[in-house]
């Protein structure tokens, strides 16, 4: 059986760790100890997303970028044969389908790794 998790999240945004810290008596009150991660974890913690839109057009155009490293990643764009948003690398392009298959694979491989580790 998998073994249940805890987090210690800041509330006021600037942390979540996947440990307990070692002095719990001296964190402030804004650090909380969690279940579900995904109620607290900070949004876009990796990715930037900055808008590149000509204020004239109907669709937005939002430039990725890893917030470490600064490295461009692709943008998101609308596609007009698609008729939907779709990522933009500049060699392949995903929409939301192709995306979300790849979210389910590396999902299914996490979860069998984690059954396996003991």
């Given at each position: 059986?998998?073994?249940?998790?805890?987090?210690?999240?800041n509330l006021d945004g600037d942390g979540v760790c996947q440990?307990?810290?070692?002095?719990?008596?001296?964190?402030s009150d804004t650090w909380?100890?969690?279940?579900d991660i995904k109620k607290y974890e900070p949004k876009k913690r990796w990715l930037k997303f900055v808008d590149i839109s000509n204020p004239k057009n109907k669709t937005k155009i939002f430039r990725v970028i890893n917030k470490e490293s600064l490295?461009?990643?692709g943008e998101i764009k609308w596609h007009t044969g698609w008729?939907?948003?779709v990522f933009d690398d500049g060699d392949?392009?995903?929409?939301?389908?192709?995306?979300?298959?790849?979210?389910?694979?590396?999902?299914?491989?996490?979860?069998?790794?984690?059954?396996t580790e003991v």
């Open positions: 059986m998998k073994e249940k998790r805890t987090f210690w999240v440990f307990k810290p070692e002095n719990v008596e001296g964190l909380v100890e969690v279940e490295a461009w990643l008729r939907q948003y392949k392009i995903m929409g939301e389908g192709c995306q979300y298959e790849l979210f389910e694979k590396i999902k299914e491989l996490k979860d069998v790794r984690e059954d």
